[in-house]
């Protein structure tokens, strides 16, 4: 029997032909804001992302780290850290409560990372957080938590690039007192683990590695894991660390997390499945991610970035992206038609240090005056105005700006505009030249405006409909919020 068959039975067919006809759910367009738990034993060393991979590579700062603390990689490798992962005070429950504060409508939890470490009850794989390490279903009491909260649950996986990624593990040092004396990856009894990719190794030697391996066997394996996460756990969202893997192993795997959400959800499917190629051809089976990024101006189908207040797992070098970059780039993105789904690097005992809590109640007092302006809302006539716009260079590129006063974000709901403002204005006066004579404005001044409100102000806004746009004054002297107030346009 082929893998496709075994799929669950429903409208949708492992083709794109089929899978094009997918729609995006509200709940996800509603959402706007996610936060994702992207923590599994790579937190262990408190020293960054791909740890498992860089620590066998001769001269990163993570072999050195390694060696250092652990022991050399050829002694010590990553199959013994894994079992010192303990998540001894993991708390999923105050966990969520915090994040539902700061404003989450979706939770995202990290099934498996490009180490091959399963952080659910895995029929597949024995090296898993179950069995190894915490001894906890990592995913299932992140699922439970979320559940019970009325948040949609999504899980990502990292597991596609794994057998490419972690060929280096076949390596040895080239210079030094190990030289030539193979890393733990080397040995048989632990091929499980670290892959029978000795071959990848040897044909990648001098160059990059190709992030989907063409092995056959892997991608049978990859399929089993997969959908035995998704059979287990049911996610209301899935999101693969790259494009659809491995052509129809991976259109089975969308097809079948869509059926089965249909079957589970009275004839509905509320599932989102996330990739990260930029095609239409390939991004319409689901929503596309944009990892680290955003997009330039407002897109024509919900999309959404991921990224982290600071490195992907746990580093104790790390500086975060602080409470204002991380507001100022959620009504960017929503403006465009996103979502954000932001990680918070978990210590390995399961807690968050204090910066990043810090962070998360920030961000609940912003999200407590604002909120209305985000969630459930949808792109306006216009995105954006103002000479200060995001524009990333190229991939996996955040670049920081400074607003002024001129630069405004918009989103609408019902017969509600929403203007975010994202400099302050010291004399009392906006100006919205969104509204003016020219361009689009004739368009925009048919609106018949009621009234206009300063959320977080109790005040009276006043307002005229110039040449120049709409006017807006009597602003109070200290701003209602620390950045991004929001101006509410109610017309009839």
Not at 163 to 189: H, L, M, Q, R
Not at 378 to 401: A, C, H, L, M, N
Not at 442 to 469: A, C, N, Q, S, W
Not at 473 to 487: N, S
């Amino acid at each position: 029997m082929e893998k496709w068959e075994t799929i669950e039975k429903g409208p949708f067919k492992p083709t794109w032909e089929s899978l094009r006809q997918y729609e995006c759910p509200d709940w996800f367009r509603d959402a706007k804001l996610g936060i994702w738990a992207h923590w599994g034993p790579q937190s262990v060393p408190m020293y960054g992302d791909w740890y498992a991979r860089n620590m066998y590579i001769q001269g990163s700062d993570q072999y050195y780290h390694h060696w250092r603390v652990y022991g050399h990689p050829s002694k010590h490798g990553w199959k013994d850290v894994v079992r010192t992962w303990k998540a001894e005070n993991f708390d999923p429950g105050a966990l969520m409560d915090l994040y539902i504060k700061a404003g989450a409508k979706y939770f995202c939890a990290l099934a498996v990372h490009h180490d091959n470490f399963d952080n659910w009850d895995s029929k597949h794989n024995k090296w898993n957080a179950v069995n190894i390490g915490p001894k906890k279903d990592i995913v299932g009491m992140f699922r439970e938590a979320a559940k019970k909260r009325g948040l949609p649950f999504g899980v990502t996986e990292h597991l596609g690039a794994s057998f490419s990624w972690w060929t280096v593990n076949k390596g040895c040092d080239k210079s030094g007192p190990y030289a030539g004396v193979s890393y733990d990856g080397n040995d048989p009894e632990y091929e499980d683990f670290y892959h029978s990719n000795k071959d990848e190794y040897d044909k990648q030697k001098g160059s990059d590695f190709v992030w989907y391996t063409d092995n056959s066997r892997w991608h049978n394996h990859w399929f089993d894991r997969i959908k035995d996460l998704i059979d287990k756990y049911k996610p209301d969202l899935l999101y693969s660390d790259g494009s659809v893997p491995f052509d129809r192993y991976g259109l089975g795997i969308i097809a079948h997390l869509y059926n089965t959400s249909i079957k589970e959800n009275g004839g509905i499917n509320r599932a989102v499945y996330t990739q990260k190629d930029s095609n239409p051809l390939v991004y319409t089976v689901g929503v596309l991610d944009v990892e680290r990024s955003v997009q330039k101006d407002k897109f024509p189908y919900p999309w959404q970035t991921d990224t982290c207040v600071g490195g992907w797992f746990y580093d104790v070098r790390q500086k975060y992206k602080s409470a204002k970059q991380i507001i100022e780039m959620l009504v960017d993105i929503v403006s465009k038609n996103g979502n954000l789904l932001l990680n918070f690097p978990q210590r390995p005992d399961g807690t968050l240090d204090d910066e990043c809590i810090d962070i998360l109640n920030k961000m609940a007092a912003w999200i407590k005056i604002n909120g209305e302006g985000i969630f459930g809302t949808r792109p306006w006539y216009v995105s954006q105005e103002g000479d200060t716009i995001v524009q990333p260079k190229y991939r996996f590129d955040e670049p920081e700006v400074e607003y002024t006063p001129g630069d405004y974000r918009f989103t609408q709901k019902g017969n509600c505009l929403y203007a975010f403002q994202l400099g302050w204005p010291e004399n009392g006066i906006a100006l919205i030249k969104s509204f003016s004579a020219g361009g689009g404005g004739p368009i925009l001044r048919l609106m018949h405006i009621e009234k206009v409100e300063l959320l977080g102000y109790d005040g009276k806004i006043d307002f005229e409909l110039t040449r120049e746009g709409l006017l807006l004054t009597g602003l109070p002297e200290k701003r209602p919020v620390e950045y991004a107030h929001c101006f509410k346009i109610s017309c009839k």
